[in-house]
């Protein structure tokens, strides 16, 4: 029996990891997952809606910079995801759903970019009236 000269990559390696911890301990995965959730649900109710947005957004800036075009691709996948829980939230009762919609991240990135120009704006005329 020969063995091919071929390696796995990382990525076949993890996700043979990740399928043998799924089929051999069930519930170390289950518990994971769970705990993964009820940590990121603490974080959105101890900094609240616009705070867990804002420091997502931040991350997504982040990101950004690192690497550009990977991030428009994922910016592209959030942003059809968004569309489609929109489309499954608009099914609900006016008023019973609102905290669950995702936020527009297009414009909080806008308001932030006006933002930050205004107060550039501000720094530059306060910066010439003491000269």
């Known amino acids: 029996m020969k063995l091919s000269k071929s390696r796995p990559s990382p990525w076949v390696i993890i996700l043979g ?25 603490g974080v959105f109710l101890a900094l609240g809606y616009d705070g867990f947005w804002q420091r997502a957004m931040a991350l997504g800036r982040w990101y950004t910079g ?17 569309m489609k829980w929109d489309a499954v939230l608009d099914r609900f009762p006016e008023g019973t759903v609102d ?6 991240f297009g414009e909080i990135a806008a308001a932030d970019a006006r933002h ?16």
């Not at 990891?17 to 649900?41: C, E, H, N, Q, Y």
């Not at 690192?66 to 968004?82: G, K, T, V």
């Not at 905290?99 to 527009?104: F, T, V």
Request: aromatic share 6%.
């Open 17 to 41: 990891a990740l399928a043998l911890l799924v089929v051999l301990r069930p519930l170390l995965m289950l518990g994971l997952i769970l705990l993964t959730v009820f940590v990121t649900l």
């Open 116 to 131: 930050d120009e205004a107060l550039d704006r501000r720094f530059d005329s306060l910066r010439n009236s003491e000269a």
């Open 66 to 82: 690192r690497r550009p075009e990977r991030a428009a691709r994922i910016r592209a996948r959030l942003d059809a995801f968004a």
């Open 99 to 104: 905290g669950l919609y995702l936020p527009d």
